[in-house]
């Protein structure tokens, strides 16, 4: 049912998108209504009065319910996240999203985002990275050898690839979240150099301004 709903949301955006009222800067209410019409028809799709199948209305009524308790709490995460860090619902969304998507914590994607680009979608540091989670297209060609540096500007494929990319360094360093971060920070050859004579990774500002959410 949660693939349903996902399904539902997509279309109410998409629609937001080609009538105009999306944007870059969406507000908070214009997703928040969209996402009441995706809660809304999937009510009205499993309905004791639709055309669900043969379950019994005991089993469409909890199945409801389940429905309706997951679209609340995704809902309430969203809200959370966007009024915690000032940023669109919308974005809020897809940083949520795709952090589960790709198998990251949120909330560690969340700071990411923070810390790398302050959510800015046109970011670009004197090195060549771009965007959300300041990736370097050379790195996204690692991941997805049909990107392009354009494409990195597009959000859901920015942070599809940046939090790809650190979910493989937590897998690379066994879970290690800080020597992870060193890592997507300057570079696992650099971080791997530092381990092989001995000194000392994962403690630096940049690890702790992320871990700490600063």
């Known amino acids: 049912?949660?693939?349903l709903l996902e399904r539902i949301q997509a279309d109410v955006r998409s629609r937001c998108w080609a009538n105009g009222s999306g944007g870059r800067r969406r507000s908070?209410?214009?997703f928040s209504?969209?996402?009441g019409v995706a809660v809304g028809l999937a009510v009205a799709l499993l309905s004791p009065w639709g055309t669900v199948g043969?379950?019994?209305p005991d089993l469409q009524l909890r199945g409801l319910a389940d429905l309706q308790a997951t679209a609340l709490a995704r809902l309430e995460r969203i809200h959370g996240y966007s009024a915690r860090y000032g940023i669109p619902a919308d974005l809020a969304a897809a940083i949520d999203d795709i952090a589960r998507a790709e198998g990251l914590d949120p909330d560690?994607?969340?700071?990411?985002v923070a810390v790398e680009s302050g959510f800015q979608a046109d970011a670009v540091s004197p090195k060549g990275a771009i965007g959300y989670t300041q990736i370097l297209p050379s790195t996204a060609r690692l991941l997805d050898p049909r990107v392009t540096a354009r494409d990195l500007f597009?959000?859901?494929t920015n942070l599809r690839l940046g939090f790809r990319f650190l979910r493989y360094l937590l897998k690379t360093y066994h879970g290690d979240v800080a020597v992870a971060l060193d890592a997507y920070h300057r570079g696992p050859v650099a971080v791997d150099r530092l381990r092989a004579r001995g000194a000392s990774v994962g403690r630096t500002v940049y690890v702790d301004r992320v871990l700490l959410g600063r």
Do not use: C, I, K
Request: no cysteine; glycine share 4%.
């Open 1 to 3: 049912m949660d693939g």
């Open 28 to 30: 908070p209410t214009v």
């Open 33 to 35: 209504f969209a996402t």
């Open 54 to 56: 043969r379950a019994s």
């Open 108 to 112: 560690l994607a969340f700071r990411l």
């Open 154 to 156: 597009d959000r859901d």
